[in-house]
């Protein structure tokens, strides 16, 4: 039985081979008329590389091999220009990472760590062996809805308007990822998928001409059409109010007691919960070294309790007014003047020798040059005076907070855009560390490194007011990126943090379980460049491949500190900002979350007068972002006005609403407000809003 079986299975299979036999005979006939028919055009034969190009070569003769090399050659050449080419792509695109995205890529970075990061910033976990998988399971609300494949045919009914991209978003894609997958891998696997959609359904949603937008942003757009500025159910931001310069005067006495009863009137109507104070150094210890004068602030502060508000006050080590505006000038104390008519090199200098009386050198933070007192002492026994002068304040819990002023305008910078000096917007600035100290502590950097002529400053970074590419320094590809440019940018940020470590651990000793706060700058003009040269001479640098804040951020989780960044008006673009190349917008993205990611807390202050409502919801969109996946936003937000409520420039309404917002209660219906003005006094009798 096995033997016939045999003899049939061998039978059947000649069969079936005659049959592929004459299958393969009439293919081979039928091609070449159906290429013939349609004219398709024959492929090239691939030209012989390596040992049968040189046997080809040889058989030609040697006209032949001499063509053949000068092409070769042409190749070779035409090869190094586009891996030139790429290589310049990937140094952008790698650059813009950095720069703007904060991503923490190496030096020589290859396409393997970049798509590493961009998996660790979606959530995914990369392992050292490119192992690569998501952290948590998807969400359980996905599971309910049905698979079905991103190509399976829908019926001509659902192609209307944006239906067709909505449900596509929806479905989620058969597409299975391997977790052995290699991040390139899975880069390539997602891109297929996404091809397949835009090419499948090519313009499925007319709603929006520009660019189609995914369903849940779509749905969020269609949400905030309905419930436009809506603040409601989202965490509360307490507003403080400054109060403007000149409430005190400059012999520490309270000018007007019942202007400031009535301005608090005013702020406590429209549920502000705190004031801001501050404290100046040239008032308080203005004529004779360590004798305190606090009485103007002692009455101020009572009238604050009446109205039980919260209380910050800022230790103001700096210089204030006399420029065009016309505001009130408030200098350093004589006595420190009156040193600085013999000894210049207490102020910073810049490369002309002109001095800058704004604050001090912090190349004295450890000089005893002040009356036998160091710069970081001075600051140390004016914060433990006024510490011990309002302890009653700090028990009862009425003063809050403390700001450490730490430079010009009492944020952490170099004095590097003095309008009195000459310097306008949008000038570079200049470095300033020509004084006697600075320049020393910049000989010693330079003899660790063992370039003793380093110990300089550059002699082609412009002026105060020359742009990034009319100097040598700055420009593209300028001394700036050079190894005495990256040993000079070092030093002079790193001066700056030594200075903020200083004074911050002095601070954290005489403010024992207060909260401390340090203003950083938002220094956004030439963002846009390599160099980023205003931030380079305010101290931070945040060069392009480089990250300016982060040395500095350690420093401040260090002494616990609260940052305050100062908020720019975001989203508004114009023909100044364009000929700046600035981007207050990818300052501030990149600030805050280089602060949040160290666990820092964060608040915030307007760095101009804001009047209207679009204004004051760009500030609540800072404080507050909607999409920010971990929820995070300020801890709270300083309101400066320049002038007083009761003056009646300031439209009462817009900043109770913009309060409101801060608060979590505004939604998006109008808020009605009913302000009742007497007519003699201009005072704010009543304040009453209708939901």
Known sequence: MSVDNDDATNTN?????????????????????????????????????????????????????????????????????????R??????????????G??????????????????????????????????????????????????????????????????????????????????????????????????????????????????????????????ENDFTGIPNVPVFVKLPTGVINNFCQLVDPGGVRQELSHLKSLDVDGIVIDCWWGIVEGWCPQKYVWSGYRELFNIIREFKLKLQVVMAFHEFGGNESGDMLITLPRWVLDIG??????????????????????????????????????????????????????AEGLISGIEIGLGASGELKYPSFPERIGWRYPGIGEFQCYDKYLQQSLCRAAKLRGHSFWAKGPDNAGEYNSRPHETGFFCERGDYDSYYGRFFLNWYAQSLIEHADNVLSLASLAFEETKIIVKVPAVHWWYKTASHAAELTAGFYNSTNQDGYSSVFEVL???????????????????????????????????????WDRGLTVAGENALPCYDREGYMSMVETAKPRNDPDCRHFTFFVYQQPIPLGEGTICLSELAYFIKSMHGIATHITLHMGLFITLWGGVLEKLKFIL
């Open 87 to 100: 290589r310049a792509i990937t140094s952008r695109m790698l650059a813009g990472l950095r720069q703007y």
């Open 557 to 595: 989780r260090k002494h616990m500190v609260t940052l305050k960044f100062v908020c720019l008006r975001l989203h508004v673009s114009g023909q100044e900002n364009d000929e700046a190349l600035a981007d207050p917008e990818g300052l501030s993205w990149q600030v805050l979350n280089s602060a």
């Open 341 to 394: 008519k013999e000894n210049g090199d207490i102020f910073f200098s810049d490369r002309e020798g002109r001095r800058n009386t704004e604050c001090l050198s912090w190349g004295i933070d450890k000089e005893r040059v002040l009356k036998g007192r160091t710069g970081i002492e001075v600051y140390f026994d004016f914060m433990r005076s006024f510490r011990m002068e309002f302890d009653d304040l700090f």
């Open 102 to 227: 904060n991503f923490p890529l190496p030096a020589r970075a290859d396409m393997n760590d970049v798509l590493a990061a961009l998996a660790r910033e979606a959530g995914w976990v990369v392992e050292a062996d490119g192992t690569t998988y998501r952290q948590s399971p998807p969400p359980s609300h996905l599971a309910a809805f049905p698979v079905r494949s991103v190509e399976s045919p829908l019926s001509s009914s659902s192609l209307r308007n944006c239906s067709v991209k909505a449900a596509l978003d929806h479905q989620p894609s058969v597409l299975r990822i391997d977790e052995s997958l290699s991040p390139a891998s899975l880069d390539s696997v997602v891109i297929a998928e996404r091809d397949t959609k835009s090419e499948k359904y090519p313009s499925a949603s007319p709603i929006n001409s520009v660019e189609c937008l995914e369903a849940d942003q779509l749905m969020q757009d269609i949400r905030s059409g309905e419930h």
């Open 13 to 85: 299979f000649q069969h079936q081979h005659q049959d592929l036999d004459h299958s393969s005979d009439y293919l081979s006939n039928a091609l070449p008329q159906t290429l013939d028919s349609h004219s398709q055009p024959q492929p090239q034969a691939r030209r012989p590389r390596g040992f049968a190009a040189t046997a080809a070569a040889a058989a030609m003769g040697p006209a032949t091999t001499g063509k053949g090399k000068k092409e070769r050659e042409k190749e070779k050449e035409r090869t190094k220009l586009r891996e030139r080419h």
